[in-house]
């Protein structure tokens, strides 16, 4: 079994290798947050979602991705978000603690994946932390303080990464991860929904980046959770328009794939797509 590479030294390089976990068993059953609560009666169409993760899945494949898939288990309705289990900065993979018992398993099943691999890990056993409220630009790890990211996770992460600069942002109690409401897509400019973040830490962010702002109703339809592939080429939900016009206008190729059955649960694009290798 040829060995797996780590390397994530930022969220828009070449991506090589991700790991996903196809929705066989994906529904909405704790509510956990605003987006689910919104379609918890209707819940999640099974097979539209399994569909549009397929095509998600063929396009990632198109564009030279190498893909790794988690076995989907019934006991878990979430498992499909891989990029809340565990993220990679720089050559180091974590495995992420995961606070929502309706998640908690999670982890167990990337570790033994990892393992069968002998791929090397950190395992934040001890401080509660999610992927998605992870970003890397450079020696640089923003992370988001939410309901599901401790102020001691992001201290035990630093201690781990000594040469990095690790950068805590809390962000408003109705957001469930930080790539709901700031993605970096280049070296230089990052989607933002600015109410979901302090002034003073918008003003940061602003003299790094140029901020491209996204509008309410684009935020909720999850319009900052591109996925970023390389070559500013970037993977977006046809419903927002305004988010693919100001991309391409900027000279992004925007690729537009359908995903509203699973964004129904709160995460889109880059929530379903773990990283291992980007360069």
């Given at each position: 079994m040829k060995q797996t590479q780590l390397s994530c030294?930022?969220?828009?390089?070449?991506?090589?290798?991700?790991i996903l976990c196809?929705?066989?068993?994906?529904?909405?059953?704790?509510?956990?947050?605003?987006?689910?609560?919104?379609?918890?009666?209707?819940n999640i169409d099974v097979d539209r979602a399994v569909e549009q993760h397929n095509k998600f899945?063929?396009?990632?494949?198109?564009n030279n991705i190498t893909t790794h898939l988690l076995s989907p288990k019934n006991t878990?309705?979430?498992?499909?978000?891989?990029?809340?289990?565990?993220?990679?900065?720089?050559?180091?993979?974590?495995?992420?603690?995961?606070?929502?018992?309706?998640?908690?398993?999670?982890?167990i099943e990337?570790?033994?994946w990892l393992s069968a691999r002998g791929m090397s890990y950190i395992d934040l056993v001890?401080?509660?932390?999610?992927?998605?409220?992870?970003?890397?630009?450079?020696n640089t790890v923003y992370i988001g303080l939410s309901d599901r990211t401790t102020f001691e996770a992001v201290e035990r992460i630093q201690s781990y990464l000594p040469d990095y600069?690790?950068?805590?942002?809390?962000?408003?109690?109705?957001?469930?991860?930080?790539?709901?409401?700031?993605?970096?897509?280049?070296?230089?400019?990052?989607?933002?929904?600015?109410?979901?973040?302090?002034?003073?830490?918008?003003?940061?962010?602003?003299?790094?980046?140029?901020?491209?702002?996204?509008?309410?109703e684009e935020q909720f339809t999850m319009g900052v959770n591109v996925l970023s592939i390389g070559n500013k080429k970037v993977i977006s939900l046809p419903i927002n328009k305004?988010?693919?016009?100001?991309?391409?206008?900027?000279?992004?190729?925007?690729?537009?794939?359908?995903?509203?059955?699973?964004?129904?649960?709160?995460g889109s694009f880059r929530c379903c797509t773990l990283p291992l290798l980007r360069g």
């Open positions: 030294p930022n969220e828009f390089s070449p991506l090589k290798e991700v196809e929705p066989t068993y994906m529904k909405i059953q704790d509510i956990i947050n605003e987006t689910q609560r919104r379609y918890h009666k209707e899945h063929e396009i990632l494949r198109e878990f309705p979430e498992q499909v978000f891989t990029r809340d289990i565990g993220f990679t900065v720089g050559r180091t993979l974590f495995i992420s603690d995961m606070k929502m018992p309706v998640r908690q398993g999670e982890e990337l570790r033994n001890e401080d509660e932390t999610e992927g998605g409220d992870v970003l890397v630009h450079g600069n690790v950068i805590p942002l809390p962000i408003h109690e109705d957001i469930l991860h930080l790539d709901c409401i700031f993605n970096i897509i280049s070296d230089n400019e990052a989607l933002i929904y600015r109410e979901g973040l302090r002034g003073d830490d918008i003003t940061r962010l602003s003299s790094q980046f140029d901020l491209i702002d996204v509008c309410r305004g988010v693919n016009k100001e991309l391409r206008d900027r000279g992004f190729e925007v690729i537009e794939v359908e995903f509203d059955e699973i964004i129904k649960s709160g």
